[in-house]
């Protein structure tokens, strides 16, 4: 090392092992979804992914689990609860992207409304229905007839979302006094929508997560792979952040470390 040093060379990188680890490899692109994403947009990943399944990673970009179609058909299949977005505290972004809504007015001004977590249910509002019990926390969904008509004035909802509005053709009343946005889509197709747009944490599945480390040798992945019943894994560094996935193709022709010896 004097020598390298007096001729100011680069000091070699000192290999703790010659044993191939993962990160001799060359891994796999990775498709992963945020634990804030919607139910609609984690199933497209997934179908268009090559798997079954795609890792979810939590604020940090650390890996935080796994999710499947299997996982959430239950949400998908079961959309009659009026209080499943509030239950999972999906943000209102998600209503924001997946409704391709319009703001038309945001009050109060005091957050962002997209970080903003749903507190309240889901209420599709006709003619025929009674206002009673509504709270500032709900979110009321009705069509732009409906609003022009004034049936939902006094109605205590804080946030609004006006359907089947087109080429903004609507105005909002001078003394209205809460958030209110618009869609195109029509109250059927919002209603069909709203709560696959739910976020999937608390779907994700957290338990008996497979994985592996950079750092791993390959022959202990090897082991690993032989006793799992899954055939691609999410591959993390030491801080746990996503860095590819590795399946058995992986390791059909792995890479060897090469040992350089200096004379004497």
Do not use: W
């Not at 996982?71 to 924001?96: E, H, Q, W």
């Not at 945001?106 to 025929?128: A, H, L, N, V």
């Not at 053709?169 to 069909?192: H, K, N, P, W």
């Amino acid at each position: 090392m004097y020598v390298l040093d007096k001729a100011d060379c680069v000091k070699p990188r000192v290999v703790q092992s010659l044993a191939p680890q993962v990160s001799d490899l060359k891994l796999e692109s990775v498709t992963y979804a945020k634990e804030t994403d919607s139910i609609k947009s984690t199933v497209e990943k997934i179908v268009e992914h090559i798997g079954r399944s795609i890792p979810v990673v939590g604020k940090s970009d650390n890996l935080i689990g796994v999710v499947s179609i299997s996982d959430l058909m239950p949400s998908i299949i079961d959309y009659r609860d009026r209080s499943f977005l509030k239950n999972t505290k999906t943000p209102f972004g998600n209503l924001i992207v997946g409704l391709e809504l319009k703001a038309i007015q945001e009050y109060p001004m005091e957050k962002d409304q997209r970080d903003y977590s749903i507190e309240g249910r889901i209420i599709m509002y006709g003619e025929d229905q009674s206002l009673e019990g509504v709270s500032p926390k709900d979110i009321l969904i009705c069509h732009k007839d409906i609003y022009r008509s004034g049936h939902i004035k006094e109605c205590m909802a804080g946030h609004l979302i006006i359907v089947g509005v087109e080429n903004d053709d609507i105005c909002v009343e001078a003394d209205e006094r809460r958030c209110v946005y618009t869609t195109g889509f029509s109250l059927f197709v919002v209603a069909q929508r709203i709560h696959h747009l739910a976020q999937i944490k608390d779907v994700v599945t957290k338990d008996s997560l497979e994985y592996f480390t950079t750092y791993e040798t390959l022959d202990d992945v090897k082991k690993n792979m032989m006793t799992s019943k899954f055939r691609r894994f999410p591959v993390v560094d030491e801080k746990g952040r996503i860095k590819g996935m590795i399946s058995k193709s992986n390791l059909i022709d792995p890479p060897s470390k090469k040992s350089h010896h200096g004379g004497s």
